[in-house]
């Protein structure tokens, strides 16, 4: 009989199942299910119109998503690392196992994610809405924004051996991209307000994943208000499909870079 | 009073038609081949029935009361030349022509349909298409223009007319009529007692609706949907405005209705919907504003100065990304029992209307008003949180500009 050869990816996957079953058997995936399941149910009876919801909701997702996803990440991985360390003295490649249990986590938040609002959704009449469009959007975003929080989390616990660090930088990094970045953002938009901005704001926003979520919503959102403003560039961006594709692209590069180097750095690293 | 005299008029003439009853019938085939040809022969309160086919004509001049009727919709080419019927009498019937190709000028304004100093016309099923001017009114009086159509093709401002055109006219009922892709729809330049009336003026390069020195006049059930910058309501006295839409003006000088120097006017029971913003107003003083829906604007309502005592009243704001820009500190006008979308107060004596006041004006909409390019900051945590503290101590934003009754819910 030959020997059975060892696929990485295949490995990957097995470790991704294993990370995924874990999450279900420790019910934090249910909880976090729940969570958006009662969230979007509340959110529906209250307001009684799906398009104020909506907007609502978007206010949830480029806040909440991101801190869960951070919080969870750095959670998750210094909780396994003695399954970790068990796994690396395998032979199975270093990504295999990172990528491995970095998709297990990412995947089962997503899909919490996209079910638990999706269900109530579906139920209150989505699919006869012409909401549809933007509530689609809202959870590709929250999709995209689970994986790169996720990944920065992982990151950030892979370089911080010592646990409290790593939690304390990791919910730091969720301040600062959601509420101080705009915040120096604003302030250099206001001392350098006679200056040509258009450009600058639109690059200061591509730099920061949330900021990036937010115009993408926005331009679904609030179109009219965005084309209020007198500028080549602006208008460019807004008022054609190239805000929507360009803020994907983005998106994803901030998903894939991330990911990137988890793997880059987990295969040098000396455990 | 007008309208009664306007139809006793028409009620003459169809007396006199029937007394005489003279039908002059024009056709290729007929004796009568033109229409230049049928004005000359015909007498007094006479009817020309045009049939159907093709009449290369221009300057027709109407100098005789005459009922024109077109049968099947006859087209009149202008080929380019210059103005195509001018009515210089009183008692002018127009009814189902097809007007084509009115010359483009730049030193006189040529129209498809002119009417010159005269009185109780009716222009109605008329379709107009490649025009300069479509129907212009000049210095005319109890007349209508009812169910035309009116298709243009402008493409520059500088070289195109407006759909139709009111100048010191008085008591004349626009109604029914359809203007697209013409400069402005319809434009009034000193014109009392005009009714406009369910029309729909939509894709115009300028305004759809364009009000100057116009006192006294009603607009009602309209609907201006896509025009370059909205409708434009400037220097006149005494407007009514009810039951209008406007919609999807989106643009950096866009709005759906843009009120300068306007007094003593009353607008309500409007929708405006997906305008970058719903009223832009401008030194504009005692308007009543009642019954609105302004539903996801840019800036329902943008205030830029000098406007005193006007109230606004029974609004519903929905969704708007903005409710109220100010610019300034000073408030005298009157916010009461709107509801209020973005409204989170609560309502513990169940009497309808919430128990902490709504400050419309954010801080945000302070900001961006100074620095426009943060409105890319739009609806981010931090903006909310310096709103909030905003709207806990005002500092930047009118301090008396509350609505002390916000009401729970919208109204029907």
């Keep these: 009989m030959p020997l059975r050869q060892y696929q990485p990816t295949a490995t990957m996957i097995k470790i991704l199942k294993y990370s995924f079953y874990d999450l279900m058997r420790s019910r934090w995936s249910y909880v976090y299910f729940l969570f958006y399941l009662l969230l979007g149910f509340v959110l529906l009876f209250l307001n009684n119109e799906l398009s104020k919801a909506v907007i609502t909701l978007m206010n949830v997702i480029i806040i909440l998503v991101p801190l869960i996803g951070t919080i969870f990440g750095v959670m998750y991985f210094y909780n396994s690392k003695e399954f970790t360390e068990l796994l690396l003295a395998q032979p199975i490649k270093r990504s295999s196992i990172f990528l491995g249990q970095y998709f297990g986590v990412a995947g089962s938040l997503t899909l919490s994610l996209v079910l638990g609002l999706g269900i109530p959704f579906t139920l209150y009449g989505l699919f006869q809405s012409n909401a549809i469009w933007d509530f689609s959007l809202l959870l590709i975003t929250g999709a995209f924004l689970t994986l790169i929080f996720t990944a920065v989390a992982f990151n950030i616990a892979l370089s911080n051996e010592n646990k409290i660090k790593g939690f304390g930088y990791a919910v730091l990094a969720w301040l600062f991209l959601a509420v101080i970045y705009d915040g120096l953002f604003l302030m250099s938009l206001i001392v350098f307000e006679e200056y040509p901005l258009d450009n600058l704001s639109l690059i200061a926003t591509m730099f920061n994943p949330i900021d990036l979520s937010r115009t993408l919503i926005l331009l679904k959102l609030d179109i009219s208000a965005l084309l209020g403003y007198t500028g080549a560039i602006f208008k460019q961006f807004f008022g054609t499909n190239m805000g929507l594709f360009m803020s994907i692209f983005m998106l994803f590069l901030w998903t894939v870079i991330p990911v990137w180097r988890l793997a880059y750095v987990a295969k040098r690293k000396d455990f | ?412």
């Design chain 2, 1 to 412: 009073m007008g309208r009664i005299r306007v139809l006793f008029c028409f009620l003459l003439l169809l007396f006199a038609n029937h007394l005489r009853a003279g039908t002059i019938t024009v056709c290729g085939s007929c004796e009568v081949k033109t229409i230049k040809e049928g004005v000359a022969l015909a007498a007094d309160f006479d009817t020309l029935l045009i049939k159907k086919g093709t009449y290369k004509e221009f300057n027709i001049q109407i100098t005789k009361p005459l009922t024109i009727i077109g049968e099947n919709y006859p087209v009149i080419d202008g080929e380019d030349q210059g103005e195509i019927i001018t009515i210089v009498s009183d008692n002018v019937t127009i009814d189902g022509l097809f007007i084509i190709n009115v010359g483009t000028s730049y030193t006189a304004d040529y129209a498809a349909i002119r009417v010159v100093q005269s009185e109780n016309f009716l222009i109605q099923n008329v379709v107009l298409e490649k025009l300069f001017f479509g129907i212009y009114l000049e210095k005319s009086k109890n007349g209508r223009v009812y169910h035309n159509k009116i298709i243009g093709d402008a493409v520059d401002e500088y070289n195109s007319g407006n759909g139709i055109q009111l100048w010191y006219s008085q008591n004349i009922v626009v109604e029914r009529n359809i203007v697209q892709h013409v400069r402005d729809g319809i434009y009034l330049e000193f014109s009392d007692n005009i009714t406009i009336e369910n029309n729909i003026s939509s894709d115009n390069l300028r305004y759809g609706l364009h009000f100057m020195f116009s006192n006294d006049d009603i607009y009602k059930d309209n609907t201006f949907e896509n025009n370059g910058a909205g409708v434009a309501v400037m220097f006149s006295k005494r407007i009514k405005m009810l039951g209008n839409t406007f919609k999807k003006n989106w643009g950096t000088t866009s709005f759906g209705v843009l009120l300068k120097e306007i007094n003593d006017a009353e607008i309500t029971g409007n929708t405006f919907e997906e305008n970058t913003v719903g009223i832009s107003i401008e030194g504009s003083n005692r308007i009543n504003y009642s019954k609105n829906n302004f539903i996801k604007n840019g800036w329902a309502i943008k205030v830029r100065g000098a406007c005193y005592s006007n109230t606004f009243i029974h609004n519903n704001f929905m969704y708007n990304s903005f409710d109220l820009a100010y610019n300034s500190n000073l408030n005298d006008n009157i916010f009461d029992e709107n509801y209020w979308s973005d409204y989170t107060g609560y309502d513990l004596d169940r009497n309808g209307t919430g128990d902490i006041p709504y400050r419309p004006v954010k801080l945000f909409s302070y900001i961006v008003n100074r620095t426009p390019e943060t409105i890319i900051l739009l609806r981010s945590l931090f903006m909310d949180i310096i709103d909030f503290s905003e709207k806990v101590s005002p500092v930047f934003t009118p301090d008396e500009l509350v609505d002390a009754k916000p009401l729970m819910k919208k109204i029907k």
